[in-house]
């Protein structure tokens, strides 16, 4: 007997129509821009085997920042069960916003630039095999993280990793793919600069820190391949909390690779543990953020949600 939440009941079996044809079983909110343009030709491919299957769905496509986490609001008002975010981190971040304790099941077609979550939950990115993992895969109950009351999917930081995305944004003019963030590694890498951290873990007491970096990782990955949580999992209920102290330059240049490869993580300069919750208050005010974008600031308050959404993941 299948289980409840395969999407396969709405779809057209052995010639027979399904039974959800009152209403579409989806709907895919697309970012047109994603993928430094890339989305849209990618999801034609993926729309075209939905099309294959008799899907009934619904597309709607996001005009600006914030818009994915409405339409997906929207959707669920119109009773649909399960939503599909096309596109990034971004866009999935905020439909997962949406339906995070809702109930419904989020699908993902990643084809934005780093995919991050994507690739924790081994979710392909060849067009074809991700629609056909959510025409006939499970929907998994799956973690999220809130930060100062915002919903997160993969990684909420602050410090070196903040101070990349900042610098990348100077870099895109004229520069697509990987190349403006490898050229923000560089100029962060140039202009580190040190944080006063007060830190308490699940309630303890403050810790103070000179610190780099300071992260609640619910996933393994950010900025496109970093392994800065490599023993993370999206179902165990806790972040691993990664913390490197304000290295020299020298120091740094020679940790960053160990990042890289997840290979830091019994470094001295780096502390490593898990956690359900995390407070961080800096010496002056400082960005923070979530899942590659920067809209957060310090103090910060950090949760785990468990079982928050159910994903559709191998």
């Given at each position: 007997?299948?289980k409840?939440?395969?999407?396969a009941?709405s779809?057209?079996?052995?010639?027979e129509?399904?039974?959800?044809?009152?209403k579409?079983?989806l709907?895919?909110i697309?970012?047109?821009?994603?993928?430094?343009?890339?989305?849209i030709?990618?999801f034609?491919r993926?729309?075209?085997?939905?099309?294959?299957?008799?899907?009934?769905?619904?597309?709607?496509f996001?005009?600006s920042p914030?818009h994915a986490e409405?339409?997906a609001?929207?959707?669920?008002?119109?009773?649909?069960?399960t939503?599909?975010?096309?596109g990034g981190?971004?866009?999935?971040?905020e439909v997962?916003s949406?339906?995070?304790?809702?109930?419904?099941?989020?699908g993902i077609?990643?084809f934005?630039?780093?995919?991050d979550?994507?690739?924790?939950?081994?979710?392909?990115?060849?067009?074809e095999a991700?629609?056909?993992?959510?025409l006939?895969?499970e929907a998994k109950?799956?973690?999220?993280?809130?930060?100062?009351g915002?919903?997160?999917?993969?990684?909420?930081g602050?410090?070196f990793?903040a101070?990349?995305l900042?610098r990348?944004?100077k870099?895109?003019k004229g520069?697509t793919?990987?190349l403006p963030?490898l050229?923000?590694?560089?100029?962060?890498?140039l202009?580190?600069?040190k944080i006063r951290a007060?830190i308490?873990i699940?309630?303890?007491?403050?810790?103070?820190?000179?610190?780099?970096?300071?992260?609640?990782?619910n996933?393994?990955?950010?900025?496109g391949?970093?392994?800065?949580a490599?023993d993370?999992?999206?179902?165990?209920?806790?972040?691993?909390?990664?913390m490197?102290?304000y290295l020299?330059?020298?120091?740094?240049?020679t940790l960053?690779?160990?990042f890289?490869?997840g290979?830091?993580?019994n470094?001295?300069q780096?502390?490593?543990?898990?956690?359900?919750?995390i407070t961080?208050?800096?010496?002056g005010?400082?960005?923070?953020?979530?899942?590659?974008?920067?809209?957060e600031?310090?103090?910060l308050?950090?949760?785990i949600?468990?079982?928050a959404?159910?994903?559709?993941?191998?």
């Amino acid at each position: 007997m299948e289980k409840e939440n395969r999407f396969a009941a709405s779809v057209e079996a052995d010639g027979e129509e399904a039974s959800l044809n009152a209403k579409p079983a989806l709907a895919f909110i697309v970012n047109p821009v994603a993928g430094s343009g890339r989305c849209i030709s990618l999801f034609e491919r993926a729309k075209a085997v939905f099309e294959a299957k008799k899907a009934k769905f619904e597309c709607f496509f996001t005009e600006s920042p914030g818009h994915a986490e409405k339409l997906a609001a929207d959707a669920l008002l119109k009773g649909v069960k399960t939503i599909v975010a096309v596109g990034g981190d971004g866009t999935v971040r905020e439909v997962a916003s949406a339906l995070c304790e809702k109930g419904a099941a989020l699908g993902i077609l990643p084809f934005g630039t780093g995919n991050d979550l994507a690739s924790a939950l081994s979710i392909p990115t060849e067009p074809e095999a991700a629609a056909e993992l959510i025409l006939s895969g499970e929907a998994k109950a799956t973690d999220l993280g809130r930060a100062n009351g915002r919903v997160f999917t993969n990684v909420c930081g602050l410090g070196f990793d903040a101070d990349v995305l900042a610098r990348t944004e100077k870099h895109k003019k004229g520069r697509t793919g990987m190349l403006p963030y490898l050229l923000g590694i560089v100029d962060a890498v140039l202009h580190k600069r040190k944080i006063r951290a007060h830190i308490s873990i699940d309630g303890g007491a403050e810790q103070e820190l000179d610190a780099l970096i300071i992260t609640a990782c619910n996933g393994r990955r950010f900025g496109g391949g970093m392994l800065v949580a490599p023993d993370a999992k999206y179902d165990d209920g806790l972040f691993d909390i990664c913390m490197a102290k304000y290295l020299g330059f020298f120091r740094l240049i020679t940790l960053l690779p160990c990042f890289i490869k997840g290979k830091h993580i019994n470094k001295k300069q780096v502390v490593y543990t898990r956690a359900e919750r995390i407070t961080v208050r800096t010496d002056g005010e400082n960005t923070v953020q979530l899942d590659g974008e920067l809209i957060e600031k310090t103090p910060l308050v950090c949760e785990i949600v468990k079982n928050a959404v159910r994903v559709f993941r191998p």
